[in-house]
């Protein structure tokens, strides 16, 4: 390896020896590591750094002598045989570890677990408890929750430790080509819920976190080296921080148009649309690290159509960001009609200025703000170029040029968003030339596939190997299925979350129509947006209660990361819960449906039965009725049954609020549409899409239904979701048995009709506020519902109903508009 890889991995493996240690047999007299590092004190690997001896212990068996001593030296670099590289790598040490705040005592190490990063965020002042991260591999199918007890006196970690450490040192032997990428993928999997600094540091960093912004920042300090002198001072602006982000995405997913004779692909070209946009940002933050010969390290975060990196303060990095810019936004031009726009801006900075990255964050926000009010400037002539009269069909969906139905694009989306539908396997590649069958970005000579099984996986790289590429398990962090059938220098294995759960039966898609048809009552299709409250300020300012250089480049990257989780991947086991099956299950109590599939003629030529449980299925039986179009960063985009989706949101934020460690600090609002199947599918999200304004404009922290904008939780005589969503299912459970008739229900309307006067277009907090608090003061329908109650024959009902209709009569509207749907 030349020096430049020696670095890398002795960044990446530097304090890997604080995962060992604490693994070793702890009170024993002899330990695990090498016998000649027994003779090394602190004048040898510095104070704090006993760890060091086991770092080097495990690298000296996979990267030879010069990895062996950075990571043995790097608090001492005078004592390194490589002295300058060593020098690098202390410093990138410093300056990522510039997040640790001094803990209030000394912490045991070993009854001390990660504090979720969520339970350090504070906007309010209010006091927040600490929740707790489970010590154990990331495996997305068992429950990363954080929890609220800590380990309590008497225990210790020590056996999770052992465990952890032999699962991680295990899967290393097991990779045979141990190229940077796949063995940063192992260290993601194993060390994201170890904590890096415990003893005198409050345990809020995982090790994977520092182990990655070390790495990166080392990158930055070599290649800057390269072409400045390097000082060993931390005012010295090495650092570039590169902001991308792609405007225009709503309009471009979803202003499409749906004839009668696209309607068969509008769910699989949606989901391509999105689908596409993800994959470009990812290609576009790929493009800058490859060209500055970074590594991913130097990717903080990519998501939603946005990306940060942290690169070498370089002309070569402005130089390539300039044209990356350019390029892209010339294919925006020619392609989409400017119809999107990449937005690169970035600030040098120091090691001084990375301990207070909300400063970075806030300058970034300007440019790119000031940005955006001069789109394509410099490119306004390509912008405006008139194009003779065209004499070719247009392309029925988005008006570019057909090239026989539909244009390449929509072609291509509609391909995209079908091969994504349950695939197993992502397939990355660096390359000139497409590979066919898979998605290529040209002017950044990266492409993507999607696969199913291994077979086509290791055609694809048996059949290009002169081609770069990076094999992605998806949703599965057993990741290394290829390493005895693929043993290449041009391959590496990570794994990657990805929120692709499509609605089918047997491996075939269902269309929207289909969603309507399953839901109950009403054939009604539902459309959620979803979106993280105040995320603006929970970066910049959530840690500052901290103290100086809280907000740190580690943390703002383990904030990225643990977001991005929930949204990209434990949203499946979410989705999974709402769903059904083709075959009658044994023992459940289900609904029976019938779907129907059309051919272009609008005739039926299948019917297919189907069965919707009460209850969730066992896990891997049937399949969800959720179709998630877009899901990633802090927002996401659903459709499905209007009736699934109710509950969905509902079980959405509850999921969210826990994953979050239930901070009052962090919540999330909802918009909610309910559309015929038939209905436009982009103006659906568009409407949804002002269903979330509402309920941001109305103070954040909730949810807009049936045009009603709710709290998610009740707080004293202002009833939440929770609590009317409750009472609407017992008025659709009494209205099926008879107990209460249809004409009561449809009264309670009537009475809030006559009795409510709601502003329409309530849009800020304090009209929603003042109309809630007339709402709650209007008693006077009170005589009119006691007078009805007399319908209801059970008594145990009746006094039910008058107890929580009196308190619920406000927002009776949510109530009464469910039981419509359902009973219809």
């Known amino acids: 390896m030349d020096e430049y890889m020696n670095l890398k991995f002795a960044s990446l493996f530097h304090d890997i020896g604080k995962f060992y240690q604490r693994a070793d047999n702890q009170g024993k007299s002899s330990h695990a590591y090498d016998s000649r590092y027994s003779k090394l004190n602190e004048e040898d690997y510095g104070r704090s750094g006993a760890h060091s001896k086991w770092s080097a212990d495990f690298t000296k068996d996979y990267f030879g002598d010069i990895v062996e001593d950075l990571v043995l030296y790097h608090h001492k670099p005078l004592k390194s045989g490589y002295p300058e590289l060593c020098k690098i790598l202390k410093k990138a040490d410093e300056h990522s570890s510039k997040e640790r705040i001094d803990s209030d005592e000394k912490n045991d190490v070993?009854?001390?677990?990660?504090?979720?990063?969520?339970?350090?965020i504070d906007l309010s002042g209010k006091q927040h408890e600490d929740y707790y991260v489970p010590l154990v591999e990331l495996d997305f199918n068992n429950s990363l929750h954080p929890q609220k007890e800590k380990i309590r006196n008497g225990w210790n970690l020590v056996p999770q430790y052992q465990q952890l450490w032999a699962k991680f040192e295990k899967e290393f032997k097991l990779l045979q080509n141990k190229d940077f990428e796949s063995v940063l993928a192992i260290l993601r999997k194993y060390t994201s819920t170890v904590p890096s600094a415990t003893y005198y540091s409050e345990s809020d960093i995982s090790l994977y976190d520092h182990l990655k912004t070390t790495a990166a920042i080392a990158n930055?300090?070599?290649i800057f080296s390269k072409d400045e002198k390097l000082l060993q001072t931390d005012d010295q602006e090495v650092y570039r921080i590169i902001n991308g982000d792609i405007s225009g995405i709503q309009n471009f997913i979803y202003r499409v148009q749906t004839p009668e004779d696209a309607q068969s692909g509008m769910s699989k070209r949606l989901r391509g649309r999105s689908l596409y946009l993800t994959l470009l940002c990812?290609?576009?933050?790929?493009k800058i690290i490859l060209d500055l010969n970074l590594d991913s390290t130097n990717i903080l975060f990519c998501g939603g159509g946005r990306f940060t990196i942290i690169a070498p303060n370089t002309q070569k990095t402005e130089e390539i960001i300039n044209k990356i810019n350019l390029?892209?936004?010339k294919a925006f031009i020619d392609n989409f009609n400017a119809e999107l726009f990449l937005n690169i801006v970035s600030v040098k900075a120091s090691g001084d200025d990375l301990g207070n990255f909300d400063e970075i964050l806030s300058k970034l926000t300007q440019l790119l703000s000031e940005n955006k009010k001069h789109k394509f400037i410099g490119q306004l002539e390509d912008v405006f170029k008139v194009e003779s009269e065209a004499n070719y069909d247009l392309c029925p969906v988005c008006g570019n040029k057909a090239e026989g139905k539909y244009c390449h694009d929509c072609m291509e989306h509609e391909h995209l968003g079908s091969v994504v539908s349950n695939a197993k396997y992502m397939i990355k590649y660096v390359s000139k030339d497409k590979i066919p069958k898979s998605l290529f970005y040209p002017k950044l000579e990266i492409g993507y596939a999607f696969k199913r099984n291994k077979k086509d996986v290791i055609k694809i790289v048996g059949d290009n190997p002169d081609v770069r590429f990076t094999v992605y398990k998806l949703n599965d962090t057993d990741f290394?299925?290829?390493?005895?059938?693929?043993?290449?220098?041009n391959v590496s294995f990570d794994f990657k979350v990805i929120a692709n759960r499509i609605p089918n039966i047997h491996g075939t898609p269902l269309y929207f129509n289909h969603l309507a048809e399953i839901a109950k009552g009403a054939n009604k299709l539902g459309v959620l947006k979803m979106d993280v409250d105040n995320l603006g300020l929970i970066f910049s300012k959530g840690f500052r209660h901290l103290g100086e250089g809280a907000t740190s480049i580690s943390r703002i990257s383990s904030l990225s990361f643990y977001l991005d989780l929930f949204f990209s991947g434990l949203i499946n086991q979410i989705v999974d819960r709402f769903s059904f099956t083709a075959e009658l299950p044994q023992d459940m109590e289900c609904e029976m449906k019938t779907i129907s599939f059309v051919n272009e003629?609008?005739?039926?030529?299948?019917?297919?039965?189907?069965?919707?449980?009460?209850?969730?299925?066992?896990?891997?039986?049937?399949?969800?009725?959720?179709?998630?179009?877009?899901?990633g960063g802090d927002d996401l985009l659903v459709v499905g049954p209007y009736d699934d989706i109710i509950k969905f949101a509902e079980e959405f934020r509850c999921r969210f609020k826990k994953w979050t460690a239930d901070n009052c600090d962090i919540n999330i609002s909802a918009g909610i549409s309910i559309v015929s199947p038939k209905f436009p599918i982009g103006k659906a999200a568009d409407m949804a899409d002002e269903e979330l304004e509402k309920s941001k404009g109305c103070g954040r922290d909730k949810i807009t239904v049936f045009g009603d904008t709710l709290m998610w939780d009740s707080n004293g005589h202002e009833k939440g979701f929770d609590e009317i969503f409750e009472f609407a299912r017992y008025m659709e459970d009494k209205n099926e048995s008879k107990e209460v008739s249809r004409g009561f229900t449809h009264s309670l309307l009537n009475i809030w009709e006559n009795n409510y006067s709601k502003k329409s277009n309530i849009s800020n907090e304090e009209d929603w506020t003042d109309d809630i608090q007339k709402r709650i003061s209007t008693k006077a329908y009170i005589p009119v519902f006691k007078y009805k109650l007399r319908l209801i024959n059970n008594r145990e009902v009746r006094d039910y109903i008058d107890k929580n209709g009196i308190k619920l009569m406000p927002w009776i509207k949510t109530p009464v508009s469910w039981v419509s749907l359902r009973l219809r």
Do not use: M, W
């Open 480 to 489: 290394l299925d290829f390493r005895d059938e693929i043993i290449s220098d």
């Open 282 to 286: 990812e290609a576009i933050a790929s």
């Open 220 to 222: 930055c300090r070599y």
């Open 327 to 329: 390029e892209v936004n």
């Open 110 to 120: 070993l009854l001390t677990p990660l504090t979720s990063i969520f339970s350090r």
């Open 601 to 631: 003629d609008d005739e039926v030529y299948k019917s297919q039965t189907v069965y919707r449980p009460k209850d969730s299925l066992p896990e891997g039986e049937g399949t969800s009725t959720i179709h998630i179009n877009y899901s």
